[in-house]
């Protein structure tokens, strides 16, 4: 089954993120979603989403692609996260 990664911090674009999230599990692609700092990520307006891991805890060997939603905060961290920059 593929694998992806949705890596979220908080500030995310909500419809970005969840639309991808869902879609894929819908397809039966196994989608991860990884909290940079913390498991529940607020989306930037404000809606909270408990992510299934930390982005440091994700074993990235059998990943096929990585998707960064955006939203002007969460972009912000996303980019200046060593661990996303690395995968």
Known sequence: MPQILVPLANGFEEIEAISIIDICRRGQIDVIVAGVGEKIIMGARDIPV????????V???NLDMVVLPGGW????????????QSI
Not at 74 to 84: K, P, Q, R
Request: aromatic content about 0%; proline content about 0%; glycine content about 8%.
């Open 50 to 57: 408990v992510t299934d891991c930390l982005i440091d805890e």
């Open 73 to 84: 905060g969460g972009t912000e961290v996303l980019a200046s996260s060593t661990t996303v």
């Open 59 to 61: 074993n990235t060997d």
